[in-house]
Structure formats: structure tokens, C-alpha cells
């Protein structure tokens, strides 16, 4: 197993080190390509739009949805760890009564 967790993170690396080169590169391809035209400033979209009091920056709702999907891995690690635990001490055929005598189905 310690060869499938190395590979994995040897992968996670390499795509880490990919975003990283992106980011770094990011100013000067927007200086070589203009991605943003000449002058523009996001301040610029102020009244362009309808806006309501009390919406997220952009910043505040990456931030959040960053740490749902964290959370969500996180459970789901947890939950897939205690259902391969189960099955390895237990065996899922002993549980087979368990979900209707529970009353969850």
C-alpha cells in the first residue's frame, strides 16, 4: 500500500507544482496576451450590476466553498475508512439485518 500512496502523492506534487508554475507564470503571459484589458479593474463593474447588501467578495465565497469541499473529503474519508473497517473485522454479511432492525433503510 505504501507504493500506491506514494505514487499518489508523487501525482499530487506534480499537479501542485503545475498550478504553482501557472500562477507564477500568470503576469507575464497577461503582459505578452493581455487577458485583462488595458485599465480594467473590478472596482469597474461597480453599478454595472445590481448588487445586495451583504453578498461575499469572490475571495470570501472561494475561501468557503474551499473548506466544504474539505470537509466533505474529510467524511468521506472517515466514512470509507469505517465501512472498509467493518468489513474487515465484522464481515458485511453479519450486518445484512442491521439497516430494517435499525428502522434506517
Known sequence: ?????????????????????????????????KLVPPGFALSDLDGKFPTLPGLPTAQEVIEANFQVAQRFLQAQRDLTLSVIDRAAGAGLSDTSGTAAESGSA
Do not use: C
Request: charged share 25%; aromatic share 10%.
Open 1 to 33: 500500500m505504501s507504493d500506491y500512496f506514494e505514487l499518489t502523492n508523487q501525482l499530487t506534487n506534480q499537479w501542485i507544482t503545475a498550478l504553482r508554475h501557472i500562477k507564477e507564470a500568470l503576469p507575464t503571459l497577461d503582459d505578452e496576451v
